[in-house]
Nanobody, 110 residues
Framework: VQLVESGGGLVQPGGSLRLSCAVSGIIFSRYGMDWYRQAPGKQRELVGRSTSAGGTTYVDAVKGRFTISRDNARNTVYLQMNNLKPEDTAIYYC?????WGQGIQVTVSS
């Protein structure tokens, strides 16, 4: 499986970003997937999860602000992040079928 992430960057507090994770090498529609993040000096943590059917769950820290969606026709999963806070600053990773994306930096700062 190969995963390629895009869409990170620098945003001010309260702003929005959308991350994308393009997947190849598997039958994408059969798999659930996860988004993780790792802040400086901290362990990697789960942000949210999408089942193969599109159901989603989120950790409390992002609930109501982040949304995971998937486009099975494009083999792509998205992480829409709204009302970003400085504590959301981290490297974000997608994970599916035991494969990891390369990680993408999200920095929330004024």
């Amino acid at each position: 499986v190969q995963l390629v992430e895009s869409g990170g960057g620098l945003v001010q507090p309260g702003g929005s970003l959308r991350l994308s994770c393009a997947v190849s090498g598997i039958i994408f529609s059969r798999y659930g997937m996860d988004w993780y993040r790792q802040a400086p000096g901290k362990q990697r943590e789960l942000v949210g999860r999408s089942t193969s059917a599109g159901g989603t769950t989120y950790v409390d820290a992002v609930k109501g602000r982040f949304t995971i969606s998937r486009d099975n026709a494009r083999n792509t999963v998205y992480l829409q992040m709204n009302n970003l806070k400085p504590e959301d600053t981290a490297i974000y990773y997608c994970y599916i079928a035991r494969g990891w994306g390369q990680g993408i930096q999200v920095t929330v700062s004024s």
